[in-house]
Each structure stands twice: as structure tokens, then as C-alpha cells.
């Protein structure tokens, strides 16, 4: 299928939590494929399959710099099984274009999921992974970076993506 469409806030399907993915097939290897693609395509750092209506605990990362090769990362019922500190960082979201807001997470993470392979793996992330990990995770919830700030920000960013979907109809 190649680059799927991207769903914008306030889509309602966003709020939707991903379902545990029971086993690896054909189609969810395809589904990752074209997760890549769009990911790389928009371009982001992070995927997560309810960004494209697919509801799934499934998210894609690849923080690689522009200079360095690929470093695709696929985490399949990802659990956050350790986190402590903070990390302070301007994020950004496909689902929320033009909109990049400051937001404190958690600085040092373990997370544990399934990879491509639907082998088991635990990572320990800090800085920018740990960041899009939490990012990522939060969206297989239902929640969105819209759900960290304060309620006037909370406001503006209401406003911008509404007018946005208005000039999209
Ligand atoms: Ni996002």
C-alpha cells in the first residue's frame, strides 16, 4: 500500500487505544513496511499504527540524524517497565502539524516489547529515544502530546488544528 494517510488531531480515531498484537503475519510485516514509509516520507522520528487508523500497540522509531544510516526500531506491545528523572524536550507529532510545544517526560526509561521478529527486547533509552518512546507509547493509548500542556496552550493548540481541519474539508 506504501505511505498510508496520517490522522490529525482532532481525528477522533487518535483517541483510540492500540489492541496486543497476538501474532506476527504477512499483513502486519506489510503494515510495518508501509509505517517506514509514511514515517519517512512525512518526515518524523515516530510512528505509532493509530496515527494511521490502525488499532494496534505497534510504533516505529528512527532517531538517526540525516548524516547517519537508517536505525529503524520496531516495538510491538510495548510495556514501560522502569522510569525515573526528567527530560525537558520541544516536541513535535505528525498528527499535529506545525505545532511543537515544550514537554516533561520521564529522562531515563526501560522499555520492553516484541521486535520485528516477534523477538522479546528490553531497551534502555535516555534523551531523544527515551523521549519518542514515551511519545510513541502514549498514542497506542489514545493520549496526545495536547494532553501534557497547560489549558491555555491546551486552548491555542485547539484553535490551530481546527482551523486547520476546517481548510482541509
Ligand atoms: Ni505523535
Not at 496520517?6 to 480515531?13: A, E, F, G, V
Request: a negative charge.
Amino acid at each position: 500500500m506504501g505511505v498510508r494517510t496520517i490522522l490529525h488531531y482532532p481525528d477522533p480515531r487518535l483517541r483510540e487505544a492500540g489492541k496486543r498484537i497476538e501474532k506476527m503475519t504477512p499483513e502486519l510485516q506489510s503494515l510495518i513496511e508501509d509505517m517506514a514509509e509514511t514515517m519517512y516520507a512525512a518526515p518524523g522520528v515516530g510512528l505509532a499504527a493509530t496515527q494511521i487508523g490502525e488499532l494496534l500497540q505497534l510504533f516505529i522509531i528512527d532517531i538517526a540524524s540525516d548524516d547517519e544510516p537508517s536505525d529503524l526500531r520496531v516495538f510491538i506491545n510495548p510495556e514501560i517497565i522502569e522510569a525515573t528523572g526528567t527530560i525537558t524536550w520541544e516536541e513535535g507529532c505528525l498528527s499535529f502539524p506545525g505545532v511543537t510545544e515544550e514537554i516533561t517526560r520521564s529522562g531515563q526509561l526501560k522499555v520492553r516489547a516484541l521486535d520485528r521478529g516477534f523477538k522479546p527486547f528490553e531497551l534502555e533509552a535516555e534523551g531523544l529515544l527515551a523521549v519518542a518512546v514515551q511519545h510513541e507509547y502514549d498514542h497506542l493509548q489514545g493520549k496526545l502530546m495536547i494532553d501534557h500542556v497547560g489549558p491555555l496552550k491546551k486552548r491555542i493548540i485547539n484553535r490551530k488544528m481546527q482551523k486547520r481541519a476546517e481548510a482541509e474539508l
